[in-house]
């Protein structure tokens, strides 16, 4: 047998029970017990904040940025990736800097640029570009998300209180019961329409939770309780957001001259951002697309 198990097994059999009695004395100390809740909360609650918190990477591809357009929350960082050349990642819009954002460099000797999403800057577009190459349309935009909000309805009598509400893509419903026994069905004209939610809301089940889905951006949810609907106990649920214009090449708002530009310098590849009607090319139909939602 291996002098090392030799060793470790007579070294555990010595010590096993000095080792025993500390484990014991730790765990049953009310102090140590203590220490080890405290520790293990602030595990908890580091590791569960890490897990929510995402990363993007942006790459400079020759004089774009790769994607051009990224959406994040506040707490994600967003890491651009230097490939070749002399760079900045600078943001401001119409090549100017806003001096209040970020200005970093990407180059040979600083090969990355890490900013971390503020929380100032949720429910906000923030461009951004490359100082000696924003004349060449080497812009992009980074779209801040508001974090999910939660909106209570109360039910009075037979009313849904407010009865109208304005939500986004994330957040959460809370329907709330005061008596009675009702239902929250999502539909028109006391008809469920079998796509969002359809739930009991009565003594067993005082509390209906909804989440918003990204599907439902850009339109209203009208819903109703089906056992007081002819007494007009309606409400409705209008969901913020929507598909963007994918003419709109760096998510700025805007569809000018940026968007063009990334469109010319993206011709006849198949760059997904230039991509305006996503047939794999960037050509003459993407091109038409950019210059038939021209904004200015």
């Known amino acids: 047998m291996d002098r090392r198990v030799i060793s470790d097994k007579l070294g555990l059999k010595v010590l096993g029970p000095y080792f025993r009695f500390w484990v014991t004395t730790m765990v049953t100390t009310p102090t140590a017990r203590g220490a080890i809740a405290s520790v293990a909360i602030l595990a908890s609650l580091f590791f569960s904040t890490t897990a929510l918190c995402a990363e993007h990477v942006v790459t400079q591809q020759g004089i774009a940025f790769e994607p051009a357009s990224i959406t ?13 050349g002399f760079h ?5 819009a119409n090549c100017t800097a806003d001096g209040t954002g970020f ?3 990407l180059s040979a000797k600083s090969r990355e640029f890490i900013w971390t999403v503020p929380a100032s800057a949720a429910g906000t577009t923030i461009p951004y570009f490359c100082a000696p190459h924003c004349i060449f349309g080497m812009v992009a935009s980074i779209t801040v998300i508001n974090p999910p909000v939660e909106h209570v309805v109360t039910q009075t009598l037979f009313a849904f209180d407010p009865p109208n509400i304005t939500v986004a893509p994330g957040d959460t419903v809370r329907w709330i019961r005061t008596g009675g026994n009702h239902t929250v069905t999502s539909g028109s004209a006391c ?8 739930s009991l809301l009565n003594l067993a089940n005082p509390q209906v939770v909804w989440t918003v889905p990204q599907t439902a951006a850009g339109t209203t949810i009208p819903y109703y309780c089906t056992v007081h609907c002819l007494f007009d106990m309606t409400g409705s649920i209008a969901v913020s957001g929507g598909p963007a214009n994918p003419a709109d090449i760096n998510g700025d708002g805007a569809i000018n001259a940026q968007d063009l530009a990334l469109l010319l310098n993206a011709w006849g590849t198949a760059n997904a ?6 047939d794999g090319i960037v050509n003459a139909i ?9 904004t200015g």
């Open 273 to 278: 951002a230039a991509d305006v009607d996503d």
């Open 191 to 198: 008809l469920a329409d079998g796509v969002y939610f359809d």
């Open 286 to 294: 993407d091109l038409a697309a950019v210059l038939g939602s021209w």
């Open 103 to 105: 200005d970093g460099i």
């Open 88 to 92: 900045t990642v600078t943001s401001g």
């Open 72 to 84: 994040v929350a506040p707490g994600d960082t967003v890491r651009w990736v230097f490939t070749l």
